[in-house]
């Protein structure tokens, strides 16, 4: 890949040139180092309060999980609830059904058993188009919305709730409590719902008369029943933008995820083929949530395809956590090719898939790109570094803090290309490319096949030689040199002292 091409493709899809210049700043020869640069021009955005104070992200242990997690599973829910099981129930491409699965694990839950709780009506409503359900414990009771065309109209697409008060899901009965009336009888899908200051709302998807789009995002408290709203509906967005206007103007799938006191609504917005993304809209979790004002709709998608992935309509997200509660995880569906024949909503291939969520230092979700299918990729963060990590730029390994784009710093680490026992760290945003040293010096280049490629590109996995939690890598063609930071960049070098110890220790996160 020539090297002009590799730069401009260091920028996230959809950043625009003011956000994506960040890269630029940290060439290497350009005068402050960037770490010290990024560092000092954040205290003075604070001074002058142009940025918000937040928490220091906290770092949280890597997962390891594997994609995709499911086959033929669109618009995935899952739900890990106290009882110490995940609850994973997603859209059949039959339409005719609802299903649900549950394990202690959420690879787990690839292999878990099915059950179907509900089949769709023969006759009249709730007859076509089951879509999209949710699962939600509520009042010590499981509940789960989902839409529903009718057998003589199955585009009269509207939200209904199912009850169930079994303390397993998969057991007991479900009672059908309805549907759940909107100000409009009009295309309504996509209930999902949240608790904020002790308030439970619904948000959810619809066509208001009047507005020339096909889907629109709303807000409302919960009644006295959870299928039931009361009082103000808020329009929370109209898809305007390029990007929510393809093929279709659609903003739908909303899901919400809390942290930093600011609420962050994701959203899907166009057509159901590889045009499909994610957007955002964010609130303080101190604002009146019924105030449209109160949310800011981020102008660029925040997942989208990624072609050298080779993942495809990323969207209809939620979110759930690890097993040890320390990461936040993405759930969404994709496919695995761009061109579909004919209408995408009668292609089956949309797989339900996963990985980890990462914050910036602003304290806002960073969902970086849909990783490659196979192991899910880590981060590698220096013991000698609280903020800082491995990136490729411009071929060069590096040590920065705030890595944009997320892609740039994340690897999956993989059995060695020189075998014996080896590992090998490939690059997440372009598979085929290898962290190897060449002349003591460490890149991201192209595996070319040949045996010196091979060597140079894999490493002995060691205990980290300064903290056991970490890793150390022992470059298996140089015995006793160690990948290690200096002045920034990265190398494979003899490690003696502490501090060359601390620098040749890396924290997978």
């Known amino acids: 890949m020539p090297r002009r091409m590799f730069r401009q493709s260091l920028r996230m899809p959809g950043i625009g040139p003011a956000e994506g210049a960040g890269s630029t700043a940290r060439r290497p020869d350009r005068g402050l180092a960037a770490p010290a640069f990024a560092a000092l021009a954040t205290v003075f955005a604070l001074l002058a309060g142009l940025l918000p104070a937040v928490p220091a992200v906290a770092a949280s242990p890597a997962v390891n999980y594997s994609n995709p997690l499911a086959n033929q599973r669109a618009d995935p829910h899952i739900f890990k609830h106290t009882d110490g099981y995940y609850y994973f129930t997603a859209t059949v491409p039959q339409y005719d059904r609802i299903v649900l699965r549950r394990a202690t694990t959420l690879s787990g839950l690839a292999s878990a058993a099915e059950t179907t709780i509900w089949r769709r009506h023969t006759s009249g409503e709730m007859g076509a188009h089951i879509w999209a359900p949710e699962i939600h414990f509520i009042n010590n009771r499981w509940y789960v919305y989902f839409a529903a065309g009718r057998t003589d109209d199955i585009w009269r697409i509207r939200m209904y709730v199912l009850e169930n008060a079994s303390a397993n899901p998969l057991t007991g009965s479900w009672t059908e409590r309805g549907r759940i009336s909107t100000p409009w009888d009009t295309f309504a899908l996509d209930a999902s719902t949240f608790v904020a200051n002790g308030v439970r709302y619904l948000v959810w998807a619809q066509s208001e008369p009047g507005i020339s789009t096909n889907s629109n995002l709303y807000l409302a408290r919960m009644g006295a029943n959870p299928w039931q709203i009361t009082g103000t509906v808020t ?35 166009s057509a159901t083929d590889a045009n ?4 955002m809209l964010t609130a303080s979790a101190t604002a009146n949530l019924l105030s449209a004002s109160a949310w800011t709709k981020s102008p660029n998608p925040i997942f989208t395809s990624n072609a050298a992935t080779g993942q495809y309509g990323p969207g209809h997200n939620s979110f759930t956590v690890s097993e040890d509660g320390q990461s936040d995880i993405l759930v969404y ?16 291939n949309r797989r339900t898939r996963i990985q980890k969520l990462y914050w910036n230092s602003d304290g806002t979700p960073n969902l970086g790109i849909p990783v490659p299918d196979g192991a899910t990729p880590v981060r590698l963060r220096p013991h000698d570094l609280t903020a800082s990590y491995l990136r490729h730029y411009d071929y060069r390994v590096r040590v920065d803090a705030d890595v944009a784009p997320l892609a740039d710093s994340q690897f999956r680490i993989v059995t060695g290309l020189a075998g014996s026992g080896t590992v090998s760290l490939e690059s997440t945003n372009f598979p085929g490319y290898y962290l190897r040293h060449r002349n003591y010096e460490v890149y991201v280049e192209r595996n070319d096949g040949s045996a010196q490629f091979r060597a140079d590109a894999s490493f002995l996995r060691r205990t980290g030689l300064a903290a056991s939690a970490g890793i150390s890598l022992e470059a298996q063609n140089f015995p006793g040199r160690y990948l290690r930071h200096r002045s920034g960049l990265l190398y494979i070098e003899p490690v003696t002292s502490t501090a060359e110890q601390a620098s040749a220790t890396l924290h997978l996160e």
Request: aromatic residues 12%; contains cysteine.
């Open 235 to 269: 329009r929370l967005t109209v898809p305007t933008y390029d990007w929510e206007t393809r093929g279709y103007r659609v903003a739908e799938g909303p899901a919400v995820i809390q942290r930093n006191g600011r609420i962050f609504l994701t959203y899907s917005a």
């Open 276 to 279: 499909y993304c994610l957007g």
């Open 333 to 348: 569906h994709d496919r695995n090719y761009r061109d579909i024949n004919g209408d995408p909503l009668n292609d089956p």
